[in-house]
């Protein structure tokens, strides 16, 4: 992966999002995008590339370059970019709110994410980052901590169970993450809202506990529910933070001459599209009525 370049590009959720995957019969008509073997939330890299091209602040040839061309099968683009995957999932908390959780599979997943990438981008530091974090664990300045009977006790939704304050693996990842993620807002807030849970739980929370909203259609006519206008549909909740790995490598075009100087090298590529893609875009369905805005920034680019 000597020829190639990578950023990883941390996405926070502004309001909730549908990334669907198509219709089912259950419960919910429309569910979102899931991995199969974990069942975790994701959104698949064709949509959310889908999304960037169409933010993306260039001109058509740049375009092509990069993402490819939209019709037939000239070249491929030089950016490639993986499904965009869970790292904190906010849930409901009897004191502060809300919490973000996270498990420790998902933490070494992400781990091994950036180790990937740090192989390909030197400015991607993970020498800070732990081995592995321990399940039922919260910084010492969690604002969602209840003490009971001289116990460290957490309420997410309707379960509790006690947590340990301090923990130094903890501790490192969230320094890391505060850097990392530019969000001033949320990475001031993840310290005192962060929790470590087991992996079991976890998952229930990112399967059980999405956003289940009912939509209907009015008939124009008679001012009530269309015959066929109700359903269910799925979101991942506002304030959810993903990521996805971004590669950048030498342009696909056959003849680099008509290629721009800025653009004829991994480096070239990827500070281009860096440039070009907005710090907030729509991803997903239902964007006319304020669905699926995302916050977007990147990690691991370089500086001036």
């Known amino acids: 992966m000597l020829d190639k370049k990578g950023v990883a590009l ?31 939330p994701k959104v698949e890299a064709s949509s959310f590339k889908g999304a960037l091209r169409e933010y993306f602040d260039g001109e058509d040839n740049e375009k092509e370059i990069i993402f490819g061309p939209e019709g037939g099968d000239l070249h491929a683009g030089a950016v490639s970019l993986t499904d965009v995957r869970l790292l904190l999932f906010p849930v409901r908390s ?22 990937i990438l740090r192989r390909t981008n030197e400015n991607i530091s993970i020498e800070n980052l732990p081995e592995f974090l321990s399940p039922n664990t919260v910084s010492n300045d969690s604002q969602n901590v209840l003490e009971i009977d001289r116990r460290n006790m ?17 501790e490192e990842f969230v320094n ?55 359903w269910n549909e799925e979101y991942l909740p506002a304030d959810t933070i993903m990521y996805s790995m971004v590669f950048a490598s030498k342009p696909m075009v056959k003849d680099m001459n008509s290629v721009p100087e800025n653009l004829k090298t991994a480096e070239g590529v990827l500070n281009r599209f860096l440039s070009g893609i907005p710090q907030h875009l729509f991803l997903g369905g239902n964007t006319t009525v304020g669905k699926g805005l995302v916050r977007i920034e990147s990690f691991g680019k370089e500086e001036g």
Not at 13 to 33: F, K, M, R, W, Y
Not at 154 to 170: H, T, W
Not at 204 to 225: G, H, L, S
């Open 94 to 115: 009897g004191k502060g709110t809300f919490a973000w959780i996270i498990s420790p599979d998902a933490y070494s997943r992400f781990r091994k994410d950036m180790e």
């Open 10 to 40: 941390f996405l926070i959720t502004e309001t909730p999002l549908h990334a669907g995957s198509g219709s089912e019969l259950g419960v919910v008509d429309l569910p979102i995008q899931r991995e199969r073997y974990t069942g975790w």
């Open 176 to 230: 890391w993450l505060e850097s990392a993620l530019g969000d001033e807002i949320r990475k001031n807030e993840i310290k005192r809202r962060i929790c470590v849970v087991d992996n079991d739980f976890f998952n229930d929370m990112v399967q059980m506990y999405t956003e289940i909203i009912t939509r209907i259609r009015i008939d124009r006519e008679t001012k009530t529910v269309s015959g066929t206008g109700l």
């Open 154 to 170: 957490v309420l997410l939704e309707e379960y509790s169970f006690e947590v340990r304050k301090g923990d130094a693996n903890l």
